[in-house]
């Protein structure tokens, strides 16, 4: 009997080929076999206004889910579809808060926590972009780990625009910092026999005052600090009080899209269509 041993390097991905690095970005990301796939995160929310300290305003925990669809028939890659949730804490006793007293003016508000559906992402390239793969997508070499890493600088048109929103908006353009970091072993990145890739999160985000603060007129933004980790188990696995919360009000972000829409979804365009039906509500005879 001649026994035939295999190298694990036939199952592995070898990063220093732009096909096999794409597809590690795709194992950061989700699961090939178009499973969900569920990041969780928990962090703080502070102010940051020129001339002042820091004030905490929030804890905050939340997730994204989502899975992934094969790239069209001419590109590489794969597309995202994915939601997110994040819910505000008060710092003190943990409690996900219904109502919020701002302490930069006194007013008591009601929460509007953050329930994006969708945030889309596309990561299909013409193959001509392959060579530039590593630029476009970065990671930085850390040894026995790797962190690929994502500095985003949205900049758009505020779908609430100042002179029918003043209240509630700083700016007619939105712009913002998200900073992301992926940390895994290159030992489990590189073994594609891995069922699960365990990945720590890394993130840190900078926006305007959020809608429901009512800081229209007021200088500063904001910063948002996290960590998290992709966890094995999905929804299933997230704390009790955070699977509670959204199974009572947003019961279908426990699952991942099924569809790919057009339109992103933000707190600003999320706020905008509340803010907007309960105009139209109060109109009606």
Do not use: C
């Amino acid at each position: 009997m001649v026994l035939l041993i295999v190298p694990l390097s036939a199952f592995a991905l070898n990063l220093a080929e732009p096909p096999d690095y794409l597809k590690s970005w795709q194992r950061i990301k989700g699961e090939a076999d178009g499973s969900a796939t569920l990041y969780h995160f928990t962090g703080k929310l502070y102010s940051y206004v020129p001339g002042e300290k820091r004030m905490e305003l929030f804890d905050i925990e939340g997730y994204n889910v989502s899975r992934i669809l094969p790239a069209e028939e001419d590109k590489e890659g794969f597309r995202l579809l994915a939601k997110e949730v994040v819910l505000f804490k008060d710092p003190n006793t943990g409690e996900v808060l219904e109502h919020w007293r701002n302490p930069f003016t006194g007013r008591s508000l009601p929460v509007i926590h953050v329930f994006n559906d969708p945030v889309n992402q596309d990561y299909q390239f013409s193959p001509e972009y392959l060579p530039y793969i590593r630029h476009i997508l970065p990671s930085t070499d850390l040894g026995e780990r790797i962190v690929f890493h994502q500095e985003l600088f949205p900049f758009m048109e505020n779908p609430m625009n100042r002179k029918e929103y003043g209240d509630f908006v700083q700016s007619d353009i939105l712009q913002m910092g998200d900073f992301l970091q992926y940390t895994v072993s290159k030992t489990d990145l590189e073994n594609e026999e891995l069922a699960f890739l365990p990945v720590e999160l890394y993130r840190t985000q900078i926006f305007p005052w959020l809608p429901f603060m009512r800081m229209a007129d007021r200088a500063g933004e904001l910063i948002m600090v996290s960590r998290g980790k992709k966890l094995a188990g999905g929804f299933a696995a997230l704390p009790e009080n955070i699977k509670d919360f959204v199974m009572k009000r947003k019961p279908e972000y426990a699952l991942a899209p099924d569809f790919e829409a057009e339109d992103n979804t933000n707190s600003w365009n999320y706020f905008k269509r509340l803010y907007d039906q309960s105009v139209e509500e109060r109109s009606e005879p």
